[in-house]
DNA sequence: GTTATACTTAGTCTATTAGCTAACTGTCAA
DNA sequence: TTGACAGTTAGCTAATAGACTAAGTATAAC
């Protein structure tokens, strides 16, 4: 039961449910991406990746000094297919992925150089 | 994505997991049956199962002073599978499926009772 | 009616959790 | 090898949530 817990409790939170909802259009992000999305510090996305990655939900990749994460293959197809239906047709992602649109445009270097403060992202 | 949500947070704590678990194999459950499998005070499970029933997870029937429960007729069939599934199998609830063949061998009126303190349920 | 009683609501306390800043770790580039 | 930097971890604060007791509501029995 504890597994189950720890799956419900990650999804429980609204941040990591957009996370999760946009990793059913992206197929992966990178860490700053998330940071983009959610407008919150590293810090916080870290944490609440690391508790998405501790369920079982989402899976990691590390690539140099950048980390991707996408949903947990092995993530149970019943939980899998409840979530992106319910997900699906929500208003209030809608932004979510019209946001998400504008910041994959961006290479993680120029997204990261942005949320330094300098402005180069070519497309805004 | 707030039913949703809500939904989430009705299933992640462990005593209100218990009850859909064994919601799972008792089809209705009266309110002091609840209070006599977790533990809890009265006040402590009716804030439990308001919780589920807001969520829309299970419902509630009044019969005169009682108030029974069950799952959600409505409940996503995806979500009721998965929820089957996981907690199907779980060596830590067998202790509730055993305690709970005790509780339904009382009727409510014994067991409300003996929550009073007199001892008269026949089977204990 | 009046009283007992099954459940709910309100108020309080404590524990958990989301957010932040600051310090740390590991990787890349000069 | 030193510095820059993406991401994580630690420590703090404020808000949320679970537990209790006590008071309130509604139903049944006397």
């Known amino acids: 039961m504890n597994k189950t817990l720890e799956q419900l409790k990650a999804l429980s939170d609204r941040n990591r449910l957009r996370v999760v909802a ?11 991406q998330i940071v983009e999305l959610l407008e919150v510090t590293g810090a916080t996305a870290s944490r609440h990746m690391g508790l998405l990655v501790r369920a079982g939900i989402v899976e990691s990749r590390k690539e140099g000094r950048w980390v991707y994460y ?15 239906a319910e997900l699906k047709n929500v208003a209030e992602l809608e932004a979510d992925r019209i946001l998400l649109k504008e910041i994959v445009s961006c290479a993680p270097e120029d997204l990261c150089r942005k949320q330094r403060g300098e402005e180069c992202c070519p497309n805004k």
Chains 1, 2 share one sequence.
Do not use: V
């Open 22 to 32: 946009a990793l059913f259009h992206m197929d992966e992000l990178c860490a700053c």
């Open 70 to 84: 996408r949903l947990d293959a092995s993530l149970d197809a019943r939980l899998f297919q409840w979530l992106e």
